[in-house]
C-alpha cells in the first residue's frame, strides 16, 4: 500500500457540486464526463497503482473507490478525499472489501506512512508489521490481500529481486529502494513497488 497525497479535486467536478449544491447528488449523477475527469485526477494522484494491492491499472481497467462506502456514509459519497482508485478484480481490493469499514480498524492509504503497517514473507504474504495490530490485520482480510494469487505474484516478484542483488555485486540497495519509491517520467509507479521496498528494508536492515 503505497502512501497517497491528495491533490485538491479537479475544478470541474467542484463547479458541478456547487452548481447542484441546492439538490440532492448522488455519485451516480456525475456526468460522464465529469467523472472521466475525476478517475484521470485520482489516478494521477495514485502514481497509476491500485490504492490497496499496489498493481499498476489504467483508465480502462480499474474503478473508482469510495474508502468510506458511500451506502454507509452518504455524506462521503462526493467528497473528493474519500474518492481512491482500485484495481478490478473480483477477488481483492475495492470489489472485495465491498461495503466493509470499521472506523480505527482500517488502515487507509490516505494515512501518513501507512505503507510501514505491513511487510512480505519471502513466500510473498503479505502481514501485519505489528502482530499485535489488530487494524492492519482486519485491513488485510477484509481486503483479501493475503490471497494465493497475490500471494504467488509477490513470491516471485520477491525471487526477482533476490536474484538480481545476488548476481550484481555492486548494485546499491539505497539506490535501487529509490528507484523503486519513485514514479517514472511518465509518472507511474512499478507494480507492487512497496513489495520490494519492504522487502529490501526488512532483509538489509536499511
Ligand atoms: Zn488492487
Not at 447542484?20 to 456526468?31: A, E, F, G, V
Amino acid at each position: 500500500m503505497n502512501e497517497i497525497i491528495k491533490n485538491p479535486p479537479p475544478h470541474n467536478f467542484s463547479k458541478w457540486k456547487n452548481a447542484n449544491r441546492r439538490i440532492s447528488i448522488n455519485y451516480k449523477d456525475i456526468p460522464d464526463i465529469i467523472k472521466c475527469e475525476l478517475k484521470e485526477s485520482i489516478i494521477t494522484e495514485q502514481n497509476y497503482v491500485c490504492c490497496y494491492c499496489g498493481v499498476e491499472v489504467s483508465i480502462e481497467n480499474s474503478h473508482i473507490e469510495h474508502h468510506k462506502p458511500k451506502d454507509r456514509f452518504p455524506k462521503m459519497e462526493l467528497a473528493y478525499e474519500n474518492l481512491l482508485v482500485s484495481c478490478n478484480s473480483k477477488s481483492h481490493c475495492g470489489h472485495k472489501k465491498a461495503n466493509w469499514y470499521v472506523e480505527n480498524e482500517t488502515v487507509s492509504p490516505l494515512a501518513k506512512d501507512c505503507n510501514l503497517k505491513f511487510k512480505y514473507t519471502e513466500d510473498g504474504q503479505i502481514i501485519a508489521s505489528n502482530d499485535k495490530d489488530s487494524c492492519t490485520t482486519n485491513t488485510i482480510m477484509n481486503l483479501g490481500l493475503n490471497i494465493a494469487k497475490l500471494n504467488a505474484i509477490r513470491s516471485k516478484i520477491i525471487e526477482g529481486i533476490m536474484y538480481l542483488i545476488e548476481q550484481e555485486e555492486n548494485i546499491s540497495l539505497e539506490d535501487l529502494i529509490d528507484e523503486y519509491s519513485k514514479p517514472n517520467a511518465d509518472g507511474k509507479l512499478y507494480s507492487y513497488n512497496q513489495v520490494i521496498i519492504g522487502v529490501l528494508k526488512d532483509n538489509y536492515n536499511l
